[in-house]
Each structure stands twice: as C-alpha cells, then as structure tokens.
C-alpha cells in the first residue's frame, strides 16, 4: 500500500486498522485526506489478508468533522476541485462504506463531529468510549447538517432523536449514542480496543459470503415494499449457494443435522471444515 500522511493502516490478524491520522486537528478531514481514505478503503476491500476493517482516529478522537479551513475556505474559489474532493469524501464516507463487501466497524473515542456522522452511519458496527463526545453542531454555527449527514442520522436513529440533536446542537456522551441507536456498545475508555477486537474476532468466525450477503440484505430492504423483499431475499439466498466457495449453506446443514458439532443458537459452524469435501453433497 502506498506511504500515506494522513491515513495510517495498521494489520494484525485479519484485522485492518484504518486511522485518521490528523491528531494535530482532532482528526478533522481535509481534502488530502478524503483522497487517501477513498483510494485506502479501495485497496483493503480486496485485499487477502483483510476480514474485518475498523475504522479509528489516532491520539484520542475520532473525528471533529470537516477541516473548516480547509475543506470549506480553502476550496471556496475553487469550483471544479471542490467537486472533486466532494464526490470522494462522499465516496469513501458513504458509497464505498454503505455496502462494502467486508464487516466494518467505527471504533470512536474523544470527539465525533458533524461530517463524521456520515462514516459513523455508514459503517456496519460501532462500539464507542462511554465517555465519547458526539455533536450535531452546525445549528450553532449557522449551517444544516451537511452532504447526506441528516439523511444518514434520520436513518440510524428515530426521527424525535435526530430531530432533537440537530436543532439543538447538544453534544451527548456514548451511553446516549447506544441508547438512541447510533452505536452498538459502549464501554469504559480503557476497555476500548479489546471489546472492539472481540467484536471483530466473532466476525471472522462467520462466512465471508453469507456475512457480506446478510448485512447488504439488511441494508437493501429497508427502502423495499413487502413484494419486493420478497423477491429481492428469495434471490439473494439463491445467489449465495450457487456462489459461496465455502458452501456455507451444506456444511451448517450438515454440521448440525448429521454430524451434531455445533449449536446454531450459540455458535456458527465451522469455517475450518468447508473446505474438505462434503459426500453429502
């Protein structure tokens, strides 16, 4: 992977560590930076060695939103390269996360602002610092959430929330981002990384494809009628038999049907054993 400044990737395990390394600015996101995160998640969508990729930000935040100077002033007088920053900070915060092919999880600590909501949404888990600080600021300072932050919050949490914190611009702590939906789990601070590793481990203990096939399942048919769903699932588990090469669906079906080794309730089948041959098939 190419020497980034901005974006550091740390791999241990299956596991891509993906930080935004702009400590200096409390992980604020300059246009330099939306090139690197873009081409990054890019790289490690198809890259062997990554499973699970968890996004974090180096030196204690997470992210403080959009460099004010920088993204907004600096691009003011700049129409066509404003574009182009726009349409890759949108990609990678959205397009690319939204239905990235392998889990994703916002590891958040320290401050979580305004344009970072976007990534916070659009990511599949978040398991954040109780003590965390997030803020839908821009009311205070005379804008609207901006790029698809509204719509992205609207989505994750009820209207009354969203509605509640944006209009008002309060910041909340962790705790009340699990409580309105817009994280998973909050734990102590220094409990932070190991409960976001163990989230990550029991993730790479399921089937790649029917993992990516189930959380972009769960995506799609949240904006589908009853018919469509129907449709849409129907041929989505057909799509996954036919081109699973772990043949996920037998060896469950084999696992706990003939050969009683797991519990489905409790623990997934075992990867280690799709890829021998299954006679039954």
């Not at 008002?168 to 409960?195: M, S, Y």
Request: with cysteine; glycine share 6%; net charge negative.
């Amino acid at each position: 992977m190419a020497e980034a400044s901005v974006v550091k990737v740390e791999k241990n395990g299956g596991i891509s560590w993906v930080f935004l390394n702009r400590p200096e600015k409390r992980n604020a996101m300059n246009p330099q930076l939306h090139i690197e995160m873009d081409g990054t998640l890019e790289e490690l969508e198809t890259d062997p060695e990554t499973k699970v990729v968890i996004i974090a930000g180096s030196g204690g935040n997470f992210c403080a939103g959009q460099d004010l100077k920088e993204f907004f002033r600096g691009l003011e007088d700049k129409p066509a390269e404003s574009k182009r920053i726009q349409t890759l900070a949108n990609r990678w915060r959205w397009d690319r996360l939204y239905m990235y092919d392998k889990p994703t999880i916002a590891m958040v600590e320290g401050y979580c602002a305004g344009g970072a909501f976007m990534q916070l949404v659009a990511v599949d888990f978040v398991v954040t610092a109780d003590d965390a600080l997030y803020s839908l600021s821009e009311v205070n300072w005379g804008i609207i959430p901006g790029a698809l932050v509204a719509k992205a919050v609207t989505e994750a949490v009820l209207y009354r929330h969203a509605l509640y914190y944006a209009c008002l611009g309060d910041a909340f702590d962790g705790k009340e981002a699990v409580r309105i939906g817009l994280a998973n789990i909050a734990v102590p601070k220094d409990q932070l990384r190991d409960e976001t590793i163990r989230l990550a481990n029991k993730l790479m203990q399921k089937s790649p494809e029917v993992l990516k096939a189930t959380k972009q399942a769960m995506r799609s048919v949240r904006t589908m009628d009853v018919p469509q769903a129907y449709d849409y699932l129907h041929a989505k588990n057909i799509a996954i038999r036919a081109g699973d090469p772990e043949r996920s669906y037998q060896q469950g079906l084999k696992q706990f049907v003939d050969d009683k080794t797991y519990r489905p309730f409790f623990e997934p089948f075992k990867l280690s054993d799709a890829a021998s041959k299954d006679d039954n098939t």
